[in-house]
């Protein structure tokens, strides 16, 4: 029988824990990891600093929680975090006590940076949820993997420790898919209309901001499909089997198709007045505590002004 578990914001608050009698076959530390569902390092870090007691005593990580017993928990206070919240539209795709998927816009930074301090999307998420469990002991977001500053769509963030440690194991792993759409110049009739580009990516050595194709480079690994064309240019569907930095900008440079309105790696359109068309459409993984698979979708802004075929051919691509 499971332990019954307390939720993450429960645990910003003292609180008490009645110990099940099935629970003396486990190590303190591996019983209040399932119950607390918390990583066995942040417990022991609670059990050593005196933060879990019983009847006002300190605790052994590696000794069974005595039983019967109750015991009293007073949570490490929370650091602020360093990025200031900010009243900035953002939309929740997904949100539970774990993990939020968002929809990032274009132009909306990940998280601040050098040179970016202000605007970002952890900034909007700090604005919009007041309440976080803590990460490492700071209170808010936990970063799991980025989009591009001019790259808009699905991006997901951690709650708790444990979630976020969790899912960057699955993003190491390959178990997390990210599908993205991108329009560039229309693809002539020599290319192929769907395959894989695997050229290695690293530091370009002419500009400090930029990557590119090179023989030392890291593996990356990018799965492409023609899906769509208008006059001047073309709808692509792509899927990252590794996400290093710029790398479908990159790829599709590399192509011979770069990114429309990519400013560092492509030409600017007067025929294409939006930003940036790179979306990161789709969003497939495992919940890390639960083990539910979760699978979102997010169309782009753009994608009806493409070409009247593109919205068929969008929604096809979900059926896949």
Not at 52 to 61: A, N, P, S, W
Not at 224 to 249: C, D, M, P
Request: proline share 9%; hydrophobic share 40%.
């Amino acid at each position: 029988m499971p332990f019954e578990i307390i939720a993450p914001l429960d645990q910003c608050r003292p609180f008490s824990l009645s110990v099940e009698a099935t629970a003396t076959h486990l190590s303190l530390e591996d019983y209040l990891a399932q119950r607390l569902e918390r990583t066995r390092a942040e417990i022991r870090h609670w059990i050593r600093q005196g933060y879990i007691r019983h009847e006002g005593q300190t605790l052994r990580f590696r000794n069974p929680p005595p039983y019967p017993a109750t015991l009293t928990i007073q949570p490490p206070v929370l650091d602020p975090p360093t990025a200031m919240p900010e009243d900035l539209p953002l939309i929740r795709v997904y949100e539970d006590d774990y993990l939020v998927v968002v929809h990032k816009p274009s132009g909306m930074a990940t998280h601040p940076s050098s040179g970016w301090w202000r605007g970002s999307c952890v900034s909007a998420l700090l604005h919009h949820i007041r309440a976080w469990p803590g990460i490492k002991g700071v209170a808010g977001p936990g970063i799991v993997h980025r989009l591009d500053k001019n790259t808009s769509g699905l991006l997901l963030f951690a709650k708790t420790h444990l979630a976020q440690q969790r899912l960057l194991q699955a993003l190491k792993g390959r178990e997390i898919e990210r599908e993205y759409v991108a329009v560039t110049a229309r693809w002539s009739n020599t290319q192929a209309a769907e395959g894989t580009w695997s050229w290695p990516l690293g530091r370009d050595p002419q500009h400090s901001l930029k990557e590119c194709v090179r023989p030392d480079g890291k593996w990356a690994l990018t799965h492409y499909r023609h899906v769509a064309a208008n006059e001047a240019f073309s709808l692509v569907a792509l899927k990252l089997e590794t996400g290093r930095t710029h790398q479908i900008r990159v790829h599709l440079q590399q192509a011979g198709y770069p990114v429309v309105n990519d400013g560092l790696y492509g030409n600017p359109s007067s025929h294409w007045p939006y930003p940036m068309a790179l979306h990161a459409y789709h969003l497939k993984f495992q919940h890390p505590i639960s083990r539910t698979p979760l699978s979102f979708f997010a169309q782009p802004p753009w994608l009806g002004a493409f070409c009247l075929n593109a919205l068929p051919a969008y929604h096809a691509l979900k059926t896949l």
